[in-house]
């Protein structure tokens, strides 16, 4: 229930949907002869498209996001598993086609492979099942079983999570399967703006020394709201990125405080 509720919540308030839903009341108003709203509609709807479509202020708000948490240079000497979390898979494009559709959040999927097969006895486990609402025929984890065949090597140090449906149960759930022990290291890989997040909901769940190594980026790190070109669908776009993060953080933060 509370995760249709957030579902829900985030259709009404993503910057591309609720401009849409403002300009609907806007025609609305207009058929009941509403003045005042038509007004009041419009020009919230304006607004929106001017501060998330033609500022850039999606890309500066991912911007710092994404710099939040800095790669390291290096991984430490001893690396004991890899966490890749979901987020790499459309499950509804791969459930019609009967194959893995990539989307562009792969990097996270090749950086894990990428640091699992360098430390040879690592475990890699790969954390995601459906964020959907609806059609959740298919899991990310699914998906990632069938593109990981193409690395044979880690055939045998493979887990896969495929029932956690937001981040939080990323965490807990993964935590259940791989049970970390104190001074054991594990890598945490995940899309640069989702690592803040990703980082707050593994030290709630409790565990050990991790190494972050944020990955998928999209800005080139640096806050300017200034409007320098015109490029209205990828500002709506990394807004709609960028506000979701700093949405699902908040409400954690809240709850934390509240104690619900």
Not at 37 to 46: H, K, R, S, V, Y
Not at 179 to 207: C, D, Q
Request: charged share 20%; hydrophobic share 45%; aromatic share 12%.
């Amino acid at each position: 229930m509370e995760f249709a509720a957030a579902k829900i919540f985030w259709l009404l308030v993503a910057p591309t949907n609720l401009i849409g839903i403002c300009m609907v009341l806007a025609m609305i108003s207009r058929l009941c002869r509403w003045w005042k709203g038509i007004d009041f509609f419009f020009g919230t709807a304006f607004l929106l498209f001017l501060v998330f479509g033609i500022i850039p202020t999606g890309p500066s708000l991912l911007a710092h996001l994404e710099t939040q948490y800095q790669r390291p240079a290096a991984l430490p000497d001893k690396v004991d598993g890899v966490i890749i979390l979901g987020g790499a898979f459309d499950t509804y494009l791969s459930n019609i086609y009967g194959q893995p559709v990539l989307n562009d959040g792969v990097e996270r999927v090749l950086d894990g492979v990428m640091i699992a097969r360098h430390y040879k006895d690592s475990t890699l486990v790969f954390s995601g099942g459906s964020g959907r609402l609806t059609h959740r025929q298919r899991t990310e984890a699914e998906d990632a079983a069938v593109f990981l065949k193409n690395y044979p090597d880690l055939k045998d140090r493979i887990k896969f999570e495929g029932q956690s449906r937001n981040t939080w149960q990323n965490a807990s759930m993964t935590k259940n399967m791989v049970e970390p022990k104190e001074g054991e290291t594990w890598v945490l890989v995940t899309s640069a703006y989702h690592m803040p997040r990703a980082v707050e909901m593994f030290k709630k769940a409790g565990w050990p020394q991790m190494a972050l190594w944020p990955t998928d980026y999209r800005t080139k790190g640096k806050m300017d709201f200034m409007p320098h070109k015109l490029d209205i669908l990828g500002n709506l776009y990394q807004s709609h990125l960028a506000l979701r993060e700093i949405i699902g953080q908040s409400v954690s933060e809240i709850r934390d405080k509240l104690k619900i």
